[in-house]
């Protein structure tokens, strides 16, 4: 705001930019003698104003400068010839910046410092020194210096503030980062522990005599990451000294550990230090106070509880006997080690976090910025529960403290790098606010304050540290961070969390977790490996060297190996893996993908052993991977979706060779998409309604693939008509499928069995219309026949009139001609799968007009008619059943295969659906349930026909997914046969229970066929 020439703008209006909230008393305090030099020099007031509460600093100083006063009269009193202590003061905040900044930043962030302060107030010299550049960091020596004279508990208090002090200054100048800082901290309270236990053995030296004491630092204090105000959490252990007496050594142990405490703990006029916790010792606060080393043992490795070894993560020896104190991590450090091998390990941990969330009081979730969603807890949790997993085999990984974990974790591989900084930023962030709001009164707490006038101090506090305004929107942009930091850290901790990785590796044996060629070859052959040998090579190629790779392999490959045992053929597992990793090897996504994403290194595991048509598929589009990482990746889609899809891919497309190349290349990609989720839903790896039948995952998967081979037809009938007629053909033109397509009922192998038919457009010969649908017609089947090795789609059309030697197309009026003369009753039958599955709706619909009355025939099917039938299915049971092929358990022509469930289906369907229209459907299932529903027939032979449709269905596309070519009976090859059982949920050794179940179901439902269709 600028100022009217000739006008100066008052005090309080200056004081009021600077920052301060209370100019008119901020004014009132500068008025004072000793504050001269303050209010004359701009530097002094600016600096004032960068404070994160000038009016604080203020006040702050001017209680500092009356308590030096005080001092210098009485120095004067008593005759000493010394330069006042105010003017040193003053001089020193006018010529040296590094000490102003310090000493302004401390009294306008915490009160209570400015207290300790105005009753100490020479310590203010604390914070000058450490001006050296190499003095800037002091260590735990530095301390123990600082603290060496104190002979009492007062003294002890005094010094540890004075301490403090220095800290305080180095942080809010930003003299020391985040770690930095809460070292500094752990170091300070490690030596008062230190100087704590001094005062105790010199107050008892008789107990000193009597036993060794180690004092052992945990949670943060372990961790080397402590906060400013924060119990400390210790292990107390003691043994006793040469020739004492055990129990008189623990007695006097846990003396001088109960006065080190009180030290600590106790409030006096000069405050106090910190609590001191020993409730992470065994039993809690129900343990003795202090135990032996072997006792420690003793209970760790028969009574301790996860979250106990968790805490034990950061455990070091910090004070005392530093012999033991040694002793007991070189004792309990292994332990910690193996605590992911326990029994639901990876759960109890996760488990704990959500129990430490919901016991948070429902008015301070929000305000949490330690233990609620979100805080410091999730970054701990997770950090710890990735350590603690991959710690086993990464002695890198055994860090106490958390920024040096994660960055740990990122270097092996563990944790993305993208995912690691963000959460290091976060922490850090949130520490930082921790800090900063502890530091004002020095109080424990963890909750963002309510008042605004906190928030602005602290928003201001923040501001030098992260590029804020402090004088513009301190609180606002406070808030923005700290929920963008906050949902960043969820987001992670969910992610990492609760990995699914995470619960496998954790059970993982110890010799596994890492992979020596030895003991690796002798462990696969175990699980069943053909050739260990060739699986080591595997291993080998993937994982050997120091790349991030390399490193990323070696944590996944140890529980893929076991997934991969899981199935009929690991060998093939393995290899595929390989070959998929091969072909990604520098696609950054991929290795992150199965580390980072829910199920996808399980659900690619599963996909990989389970047979070759899901391998083929992804080999020739690897980046179909990322499918298994997205929880809506194995949805099928819809045919809408998909033609749209395809068809804007022909567009693009040069010539119809290479629109059919980029149909095929959609369609392989959905075909993998429907094969993964049909195999990950065969395992139970992907979550799933728990009432979903059998037979509703093979209505799922019939729909998918007749969806996405209708969508490739009609990108190949685009193709066709865009290369001689552009964007119009002279004659409508429509697809329809018959048969299991028709049905929307396809297997993986299934043909499509097609009907062409055309209608010429208005002002179009029908000899030139008839000429341009046979061309269309036969374009179609070449296209789709052109050499590929993607799986099949054979294009059928010998259902039409007269069969193969009739037209390939014909209009609908030449159909209705046909159907109305020369028609047989197997024809009618055939057309009840009849539906319009591409090119033009309208035609379709038109054309399914036309067959309704034919293949629903109004006063049902004549006496001869249903004879017929008859004849022709006991006739096609006797011909046309493969020569060797066994009739029991030949899925389609074989005894209750599917032939003898459609067919009796059918006949229902064209025996009554003139009556009940819910069986006008071209679906098996659906009329068989409308057929149940309207008593046609009982329920229990509807369920016994509908179970073995679906079994038989199943094993169908069983036999595909596992030999990668269509088949309609049990493989003879041995693993080839398990994968089947596996894939229909019989476990290794039960491969004959598989067959006598399927001989059993069919059995029965010929029995059922023999009387609805036979007639009894």
């Known amino acids: 705001m600028s100022v009217p020439q000739g006008r100066r703008s008052s005090p309080s209006t200056q004081l009021l930019r600077r920052g ?28 004032l104003g960068m404070t994160a509460d000038p009016d604080l600093a203020l006040r702050s100083l001017v209680r500092l400068i009356e308590a030096l006063s005080v001092g210098d009269e009485v120095r004067a009193a008593s005759g000493e010839e010394v330069r006042p202590e105010t003017q040193v003061l003053l001089e020193t905040l006018v010529a040296a910046k590094p000490l102003r900044d310090r000493l302004l930043g401390v009294l306008g962030a915490s009160e ?32 123990e210096t600082c603290l060496g004279d104190a002979a009492d508990p007062d003294s002890l208090r005094i010094a540890y503030r004075r301490c403090l002090l220095g800290i305080a200054a180095r942080d809010l100048c930003g003299t020391t980062d985040l770690p930095a800082t809460a070292a500094e901290l752990a170091d300070l309270a490690t030596a008062t522990l230190r100087a704590a236990l001094r005062i105790a053995e010199a107050a008892a030296p008789e107990d000193a005599d009597r036993c060794r004491l180690a004092v052992i630092g945990m949670g943060k204090c372990g961790g080397h990451e402590l906060n400013y105000v924060s119990d400390v959490d210790v292990i107390f252990v003691a043994e006793a000294a040469d020739g004492a007496p055990e129990d008189e050594a623990l007695q006097a142990a846990t003396r001088l550990a109960s006065h080190l405490m009180r030290i600590c703990s106790d409030n006096t006029a000069e405050g106090t230090i910190w609590p001191v916790d020993a409730n992470l010792r065994p039993e809690g606060r129900n343990g003795p106070l202090v135990r032996t080393l072997a006792s420690h043992l003793a209970y760790y490795q028969r009574w301790a509880k996860t979250w106990e070894f968790q805490a034990l993560l950061k455990a070091r020896p910090v004070a005392g006997d530093a012999r033991l104190g040694r002793e007991y991590i070189d004792a309990v450090h292994p332990l910690v080690w193996q605590a992911a091998e326990r029994e639901n390990f990876v759960s109890d941990v996760q488990q704990m976090r959500r129990r430490v969330v919901d016991n948070i009081p429902a008015a301070q979730v929000d305000r949490e910025l330690k233990l609620g969603p979100g805080g410091l807890r999730d970054v701990e949790f997770a950090v710890q529960l990735l350590q603690l997993v991959h710690g086993r085999a990464d002695a890198s990984l055994r860090s106490g403290s958390t920024l040096d974990a994660l960055s740990a974790l990122a270097a092996g591989g563990y944790v993305g790098r993208a995912d690691a900084g963000a959460l290091d930023d976060a922490y850090r962030f949130l520490r930082s606010m921790e800090h900063h709001i502890q530091l004002y009164r020095m109080r ?37 961070a700290w929920k963008r930091y906050a949902r960043e850290v969820r987001r992670l901790h969910e992610k990492l969390f609760y990995r699914p990785l995470l619960d496998a590796a954790a059970q993982l044996e110890p010799g596994e977790v890492r992979l020596s060629p030895r003991a690796a070859g002798q462990r696969l052959e175990a699980l069943g490996y053909m050739d260990p040998s060739a699986a080591l090579r595997h291993i080998e190629a993937l994982a050997s ?81 990322a499918l298994l990482g997205d929880p809506e990746g194995l949805r099928p889609r819809g045919r809408d979706h998909l033609e749209q ?158 069969g193969k030697t009739g037209p390939l197309v014909r209009t609908l009026s030449s159909y209705a001609a046909y159907y109305r003369r020369w028609s047989l009753v197997w024809e009618f039958q055939a057309l009840l799968r009849a539906a319009p599955v591409a090119g033009d709706r309208e035609l379709g619909e038109r054309f399914v007009e036309l067959i309704d009355p034919l293949r629903y025939p109004e006063n049902g099917l004549k006496d001869d008619s249903v004879r017929e039938i008859r004849r022709l299915k006991a006739r096609m049971e006797a011909e ?91 493989p003879t090859e041995g693993r080839e046969l398990a994968a089947v059982g596996r894939y229909l949920g019989y476990e290794p050794g039960h491969i004959g229970d598989m067959l006598d179940d399927y001989r059993r179901i069919t059995r029965r439902a010929r029995g059922v066929i023999e009387d609805l269709f036979y007639g009894g």
Request: charged content about 25%; proline content about 6%.
């Open 645 to 802: 899809e395809i068809l804007a891919a022909v567009g693009r497309a040069d010539t119809p060779e290479q629109a059919v190349v980029a149909a095929r290349g959609v369609r392989r990609r959905e075909l993998f998409r429907t094969a993964a989720a049909d195999l990950i839903r065969a395992y139970g790896t992907e979550e799933r309604p728990a009432d979903q039948e059998p037979g509703e995952a093979v209505d799922l998967i019939g729909g998918a693939v007749s969806d996405i081979n209708a969508a490739t037809v009609a990108g190949a009938l685009r193709a066709a008509v865009r290369a001689q007629w552009g964007d119009e053909l002279p004659t409508r033109f429509a697809v329809i499928g018959m048969g299991r397509f028709g049905g929307h009922e396809l297997g993986y192998g299934s043909d499509a069995d097609v009907l062409f038919v055309h209608e010429p457009r208005e002002g179009v010969g029908e000899q030139e219309a008839s000429r341009a649908a046979f061309a269309v017609a036969n374009e179609i089947r070449r296209l789709l026949q052109l050499p590929t090795a993607d799986p099949p789609l054979l294009v059928d059309a010998d259902l039409r009139p007269e």
């Open 880 to 970: 046309r059943l493969p020569r060797g092929a066994d009739p029991q358990t030949h899925t389609k022509l074989g005894r209750g295969g599917l032939s003898d469930v459609e067919w009796t289906v059918q006949l229902l369907q064209m025996n009554h659906a003139h009556a009940e229209p819910g069986l006008r459907t071209t679906r098996t299932r659906p009329a068989l349930a409308v057929a149940r529903e309207c008593g046609l027939i009982g329920a229990e032979e509807a369920g016994i026909l509908d179970e073995a449709w679906v079994l038989a269905s199943r094993v169908r596309n069983a036999v595909m997914l596992v030999r990668g070519r269509p088949g309609d009976t049990f």
């Open 444 to 480: 424990r707490t963890h909750l963002v304050p309510e008042d605004e006038a906190d928030l602005r101090r602290l928003g201001r506090s923040l501001a030098g540290l992260y590029g804020w305004d402090r004088r513009a929107e301190p609180v606002a942009e406070l808030r923005r």
């Open 20 to 47: 301060f909230t209370d100019p008119a008393a901020a004014d009132t305090l500068l008025d004072a003698p000793d504050l001269v030099a303050v209010r004359s020099d701009p530097v002094l007031l600016d600096a």
């Open 545 to 625: 060297g120091v790349t991030r790779k390399a490193a990323i392999q070696r944590t996944l490959l140890p529980v893929l190996l076991g997934w991969f045992a899981d199935s009929a053929d690991p060998d093939a597992g393995l290899l595929n893996f390989r070959k998929v990793s091969d072909a990604l090897g520098k696609t950054p996504w991929y290795l992150r993908l199965l580390r980072d994403e829910g199920a996808a290194a399980e659900n690619l595991a599963r996909v990989l052993s389970a047979g070759r048509l899901a391998p083929d598929l992804l080999l020739r589009a690897p980046e179909a991977v």
């Open 112 to 143: 209570a410092l400015g207290d300790h302060l105005a009753r100490h107030p020479g310590d203010w010299q604390a914070m000058a020194t450490f001006d050296a550049a190499a003095d800037l960091h002091p260590d735990l020596g530095d301390f």
